[in-house]
T-cell receptor
Framework: QKEVEQNSGPLSVPEGAIASLNCTYSDRGSQSFFWYRQYSGKSPELIMSIYSNGDKEDGRFTAQLNKASQYVSLLIRDSQPSDSATYLCAVTDTGGFKTIFGAGTRLFVKA | DTAVSQTPKYLVTQMGNDKSIKCEQNLGHDTMYWYKQDSKKFLKIMFSYNNKELIINETVPNRFSPKSPDKAHLNLHINSLELGDSAVYFC?????????????FGNGTRLTVT
């Protein structure tokens, strides 16, 4: 079983729609959860971090965490063409020493 | 101003050669990492150093040898390069091992072995 699983996509949404990205993880002791955005040829950049169950909102982005279900999601409201990128879900291991990445979901926002 | 910088940006070399990648961070972080991103874009941790001490060493061939002269620098030396080593190598840093803090990445080094 992969440690962090994401649907590789591509996920295609029209401009202005809500994009929903999902992630599951296997380590029940994980304490920290991150979403990174990676444009083609660029390095990953942090867009959201979440540490406790529930929702966390930052601008057009909302991260959702459900530790009982071992599930993390990212919602992007009012999607823009500039949001087209690969979104990487990342989870720290139980000790917090290692950050493990999913394979990423490619998002395309059509103008 | 660059928080995590690594050099070179591109590295093209032949099989069997030895090469090094350098990384420096000016964020005052205690922990630095090397990640490898393969052609399928999967990011996999290779090594982690906390205050110059090796704390994570994943299943990486011993042709790869990291070295941290101080907590702001982490270099990666690769001996006897193979075709399968072609990938993008990212250096990253975080506040401290076990702190659950996010990673800050360098711009990556694209290594091509021919």
């Amino acid at each position: 079983q992969k440690e962090v699983e994401q649907n590789s996509g591509p996920l295609s949404v029209p401009e202005g729609a809500i994009a929903s990205l999902n992630c599951t993880y296997s380590d029940r002791g994980s304490q920290s959860f991150f979403w990174y955005r990676q444009y083609s040829g660029k390095s990953p950049e942090l867009i959201m971090s979440i540490y406790s169950n529930g929702d966390k909102e930052d601008g057009r982005f909302t991260a959702q965490l459900n530790k009982a279900s071992q599930y993390v999601s990212l919602l992007i409201r009012d999607s823009q063409p500039s949001d087209s990128a690969t979104y990487l879900c990342a989870v720290t291991d139980t000790g917090g020493f290692k950050t493990i990445f999913g394979a990423g979901t490619r998002l395309f926002v059509k103008a | 101003d660059t928080a995590v910088s690594q050099t070179p940006k591109y590295l093209v070399t032949q099989m069997g050669n030895d090469k090094s990648i350098k990384c420096e961070q000016n964020l005052g972080h205690d922990t630095m990492y090397w990640y490898k991103q393969d052609s399928k874009k999967f990011l996999k941790i290779m090594f982690s150093y906390n205050n110059k001490e090796l704390i994570i060493n994943e299943t990486v061939p011993n042709r790869f040898s990291p070295k941290s002269p101080d907590k702001a620098h982490l270099n990666l030396h690769i001996n006897s390069l193979e075709l399968g080593d072609s990938a993008v190598y990212f250096c990253a840093s975080s506040q401290g091992a076990g702190s659950n803090s996010p990673l800050h990445f360098g711009n990556g080094t694209r290594l091509t072995v021919t």
